[in-house]
C-alpha cells in the first residue's frame, strides 16, 4: 500500500515562498490523483491543488490560482506544492493525498506539514 510522507514546511515570511515535498513509498503513484490539502486552527480542511500522475492535469482551487504550482517528478516518485507569494491567511498544516483514480476520493494521506507564514 502507498505511504505519503511530506516535507518542507516551515517558517517563512509574507510574501516568501516555499516548495512542499510528497514522496510515496511502497508503491507509485502511476494510476493515482495526488492532491494538496490544507487545514488552518478551526477551520476546516481545504483542497488547494490536484495533478493526475499519469498526464499531468492539474487543478486549482481559486485561492492559490496564480501562487501555488504543482509538479511531479517521476523518477523520485514525489509530487511538489510549489508556493509563493505567501500571506498570513496560508498559515497551516498542508497534507498530501492520493486517489486511485479520478472521481474517486482521497484515502491516502500523509502526515501532514507545517507551513506557518509570519506578517
Known sequence: QVQLVESGGGLVQAG???RLSCA???GTFSSYIV???RQAPGKEREFLIGIRWSSGLTSYADSVKGRF????DNA???VYLQMNS????DTAVYYCAGAP???AEYDTWGQGT???VSS
Open 69 to 72: 504550482t504543482i509538479s511531479r
Open 24 to 26: 510515496a513509498s511502497g
Open 76 to 78: 523520485k516518485n514525489t
Open 35 to 37: 492532491g494538496w490539502f
Open 114 to 116: 507545517q507551513v506557518t
Open 101 to 103: 483514480g479520478p472521481g
Open 86 to 89: 505567501l500571506k498570513p491567511d
Open 16 to 18: 516568501g515562498f516555499l
